[in-house]
């Protein structure tokens, strides 16, 4: 069974940073193509950075060289490091894992930015 646990989200004034993990099950980890998602209300949900199949990473244009997306793979997670926040990166957070052809998702970590 595919499970993704993320945590770390929370309220955060504009300017603050906070740091997103997503715990995946061991069995799937090294095989999956890992990336983090967002869904602001009344919005559809997003993509805000990702590792791709070839390695590489790849960023939502409004988060460039504010967010960064890194992984431990001795521990199973990714994590989402998140600098300069804006009150329009409010939103629910959500790790996805691409694996076997199939998405799999988090339950979610709310994400307030506001004075």
């Known amino acids: 069974q595919v499970q993704l646990v993320e945590s770390g989200g929370g309220l955060v004034q504009p300017g603050g940073s906070l740091r997103l993990s997503c715990a995946a099950s061991?069995?799937?980890?090294?095989?999956?193509?890992m990336g983090w998602y967002r869904q602001a209300p009344g919005n559809q949900r997003e993509l805000v950075a990702t590792f791709t199949i070839g390695g590489s990473t790849l960023y939502a244009d409004s988060v460039k060289g504010r967010f960064t997306i890194s992984r431990d793979n001795a521990k199973n997670t990714v994590y989402l490091q998140m600098n300069s926040l804006k009150p329009e990166d409010t939103a629910v957070y959500y790790c996805?894992?691409?694996?076997?052809?199939?998405?799999?998702w988090g339950k979610g970590t709310l994400v307030t930015v506001s004075s």
């Open positions: 996805k894992a691409y694996y076997r052809w199939m998405d799999y």
């Open positions: 061991g069995s799937i980890f090294g095989s999956s193509v």
